[in-house]
């Protein structure tokens, strides 16, 4: 593919996947904020009990193949039809053994209801496989737009029907609802997309081939999953449900901003990347393209998040949920370093190097862990400290092997992003002390959005940030179309 037909294809991917990402999560707040108001705590436990079941299900159902398939060189009508195949067999085992645990999780909570929940609830994750293949084939072309619009139609339908159920008095069986028509409306609306359909054909060597990327990528998300979780397990042995509450809360709002940016970068970062690979210089150009956009987007979006955080906790759950604002403000700046971490695991996994992308992300959690362990007879906002920094220090562990394998040196990575850093940085610190004064909390929200935005054009612009006058080109072009 030729340098400018390859720019247009990550433009526009990059385009639709933030539409996608950032569209899903604003319809999922909405949603969350209405359901909240109708449901009780009790109703969103039942829920939240399963969903660890569910979602480590759900891992070995999909069985790491998406990434698996955009990661190899040549993908044949076979290897989709094998995956489908195999996808169908282990996500059909995973619901038939999660169908009968179903009885020994409810008497583990003590809930007898929760059986039937349970077996409904689990349909999701079977269904979620069964549009694995077509779904790897969307994400391999770089169709990001029909892939976003599945998601945005996907995510109306089921938030629709989940209220529905929730205002007709259905308590938590609303919940389950609506996450089991997600995942139908996601795996329907993904076969009708595309041309491709499988055939009666299965090859264990396509799926010998492609199985030594997907275990890593399976590794990766188990161990990401349990230290997520396994993180306020801690928070609440060290400092007690109110605390871990809060940071429930503030960790919610940081994920919702990072995710969007993360799921942006995924949606082209791994697929244009492998379309590289074997031009070195191209690679790398190409890479660190990408990594200066995302260091654009990153650094202004959370740290920007960072100064709203007041304003945004107590216009949207009350104040009742500020002490959650301190939190959100630490984990913020450690927040913008994360998409750039996706953004090397896309380059690990497509240069064939799945190993490194899984031992760092281990080594990473356990590195976090032990700081956690250590450092909280400080206080919260110490541990939450360290964990920020070793968020940041953690690019420097990336770099060190993207240098190795990529050539990406130390000077190279902090020319592209150190710039987006200080000038994100300065122009939020500036936006925090000239709102300062204003008392008015809804005031207070849209000026710090307004001058923050308005500045940090302004420091582009001026700047004459390629990356910035490339972003305005191509949305006028959009426009004009």
């Known amino acids: 593919m030729g340098e400018d037909n390859l720019k247009q294809k990550a433009a526009s991917g990059l385009l639709w996947g933030g539409i996608g990402s950032g569209g899903m999560q604003l319809l999922n707040l909405l949603f969350g904020i209405v ?3 109708i449901l009780t705590p009790a109703d969103y436990g039942m829920i939240g009990a399963l969903t660890v079941f569910s979602a480590v299900a759900g891992i070995f159902s999909e069985s790491g193949f998406t990434l698996a398939i955009v990661n ?20 059909g085992a995973l619901y038939t053994a999660m169908f009968f645990l179903a009885i020994p999780i409810a008497r583990f909570y003590g809930q007898p209801e929760m059986v039937s929940l349970a077996r409904f609830l689990f349909l999701s994750f079977f269904i979620g496989a069964t549009a694995t293949a077509p779904s790897a084939y969307l994400f391999r072309n770089l169709q990001n737009k029909r892939r976003s619009t599945i998601w945005l139609i996907s995510v109306a339908i089921s938030g629709i029907t989940g209220v529905c159920c929730a205002l007709g008095g259905m308590e938590y069986w609303g919940i389950a609802i609506q996450t089991v028509t997600y995942s139908t409306c996601v795996a329907t609306l993904t076969w009708c997309s595309v041309k491709w359909r499988p055939k009666f054909s299965f090859s264990m ?10 275990v890593k990528q399976i590794a990766v998300s188990i161990f990401t999953h349990f230290n997520n979780n396994f993180f306020a397990v801690l928070l609440g042995r060290f400092y007690g449900m109110t605390t871990t509450g809060y940071y429930t809360q503030g960790n919610k709002w940081t994920t919702m901003g990072y995710s969007t940016l993360s799921g942006m970068i995924n949606s082209v970062g791994q697929p244009v990347i492998r379309q590289t690979v074997d031009e070195p210089q191209r690679l790398l150009r190409v890479f660190r393209k990408l990594m200066r956009f995302t260091a654009f987007l990153s650094f202004p979006a959370m740290f920007g998040l960072a100064i709203i955080a007041n304003e945004l906790i107590v216009i949207s759950v009350t104040d009742k949920w500020l002490a959650a604002a301190s939190i959100m403000q630490i984990l913020c700046i450690g927040g ?7 953004l090397f695991g896309n380059l690990f996994n497509s240069i064939g190097r799945p190993s490194i992308y899984m031992w ?4 990473l959690g356990c590195t976090q862990l032990i700081a956690m362990v250590i450092s909280y007879r400080y206080g919260l906002d110490i541990m939450l400290i360290c964990y920020t920094a070793i968020n940041i220090i953690w690019i420097f562990v990336w770099q060190r092997f993207a240098a190795r394998h990529a050539g990406l040196r130390l000077i190279d990575m902090l020319s592209d992003i150190l710039p987006y850093v200080v000038a994100a940085g300065s122009v939020m610190t500036i ?12 005031w207070a929200l849209a000026l710090k959005i307004v001058i923050a935005a308005g500045l ?8 004459g940030s390629v990356i910035f006058r490339e972003a305005i080109q191509f949305i006028a072009k959009r426009l004009r179309r």
Not at 72 to 91: A, H, M, P, Q, R
Not at 206 to 214: G, V
Not at 360 to 363: C, D, G, V
């Open 456 to 463: 940090y054009c302004v420091v582009m612009w001026g700047s």
């Open 431 to 442: 936006t925090w002390f000239v709102t300062a004064g204003v008392s008015n909390i809804y």
């Open 72 to 91: 190899k060189k040549t993908v044949s009508d076979e290897d989709y039809s094998s995956v489908f195949w195999f996808n169908l067999v282990i996500g």
């Open 35 to 37: 359901l909240s108001r």
């Open 336 to 342: 913008a370093f994360l998409p750039l971490a996706t």
């Open 205 to 214: 060597e396509a799926i010998r081939e492609l199985l030594p990327f997907s």
């Open 360 to 363: 760092n992300t281990i080594a």
